[in-house]
Each structure stands twice: as C-alpha cells, then as structure tokens.
C-alpha cells in the first residue's frame, strides 16, 4: 500500500512540474510579445519604408496644408507609395478628416486595416485607433 501512496506522489509532483513547465513558457511569451508590441509602438512614420526620399518635402507641404492638402498629395502621389509608409500616411489622412466626413474615414481606415498584416510596424497604430473607427 505504500508503495501505491509513493508511486502517487510521485505522479503528482510530476504532473505539477509539467503544469509549471507550461505556466512559465506562457508567461515567458507573454513578456517577449509585451516587448515586440512595447516596440512597435514607438514606430516613428517618417522612420517607415514605402516612400522615395526625394517626396518627404512634397509630403511635409502637403500636411502643413490640412486634409485638403493631404488628400490631394495622396491623390497625385499615392501610386508611388508602399505600404507600410502609405498605411501611416493614410491613418494620418483618417485622423484629419475624422470630424468633418467621418464615413469616409471609417471607408478609408477599414481599407488600410484589411491590407495590412499583424506583423506590420503599423498594425499597433491601427489596434489603437480601432475603436474610434468601427
């Protein structure tokens, strides 16, 4: 009979070792994510690439202008830009014309949304402006 006791504990203190085993890799990814998303997170959207050096300056009037600017830069310019530059641009566009045309906003950001992969450096910006624009 004791040897059946022991042969329980023993199985015990193992099953609770392999339940800690996986306790700790979760929480172990849960940290490396924390980082990656800690990190994307503090994506500058002039550091982003998609967008030829020599349309910053078009682009820096075009903003200083408004949505109507905007608009128009990503109108004449909008063919030669890439994601994931294109896709910060573009939320900027949706930040500016939130309040006076909000439908072609929520139009514009579910567009962006749909393109873009989890994996892009925007994808934080777009899971914080979500809530405003669905």
């Known amino acids: 009979m004791t040897k059946l006791i022991a042969a329980l504990m ?3 203190v193992l099953y609770g070792g392999w339940e800690l085993f996986f306790y700790w890799e979760k929480v172990k990814n849960e940290e490396e994510t924390q980082k990656k998303q800690s990190a994307a997170a503090m994506v500058v959207g002039e550091a982003l690439s ?4 020599q349309l910053e300056p078009t ?3 075009a903003e200083s202008q408004g949505a109507a600017g905007l608009k128009s830069w990503l109108k004449s ?3 030669a830009i890439q994601d994931p530059r294109k896709a910060w641009i573009e939320l ?3 930040l500016l014309i939130g309040r ?3 439908s072609e906003a929520k139009r514009l950001f579910a567009e962006v949304k749909n393109r873009t992969p989890e994996s892009s ?3 934080p910006r777009i899971k914080k402006l979500e809530k405003t624009y669905e």
């Open 92 to 94: 900027d566009y949706c």
């Open 50 to 53: 998609g967008m030829p050096q």
């Open 10 to 12: 023993l199985l015990a």
């Open 77 to 79: 310019y909008g063919r």
């Open 100 to 102: 006076d045309d909000p």
């Open 59 to 61: 682009l820096k009037a």
């Open 121 to 123: 450096p925007v994808w």
